[in-house]
């Protein structure tokens, strides 16, 4: 079965260079294949974004993003 990980990591493979591989944080490749995934959509990735701090039980009162303009 493949993992997130697995995915994550063939995603860091072509994604970046050798040299900077081992650098760049599974977080951060994540972020990467959430917006291609999305299209590079504002929107959509907003909508990733607020469900999974949903998920996680975050305020988002507290994160401020109820005051990010939706235009």
Do not use: H
């Not at 994604?15 to 951060?28: G, H, I, N, Q």
């Not at 972020?31 to 990733?48: D, K, L, P, T």
Request: charged share 35%; proline share 1%; glycine share 4%.
């Amino acid at each position: 079965m493949i993992t997130l990980k697995d995915l994550i990591e063939k995603e860091r493979q072509e994604t970046y260079l050798p040299e900077f591989r081992s650098k760049v944080a599974d977080t951060e490749v994540l972020g990467v294949m959430v917006a291609r995934a999305c299209g590079w959509s504002n929107v959509s990735i907003r909508e990733v974004l607020e469900s999974a701090l949903e998920d996680a039980n975050f305020r988002f009162e507290d994160l401020g993003l109820k005051e990010v303009d939706e235009n």
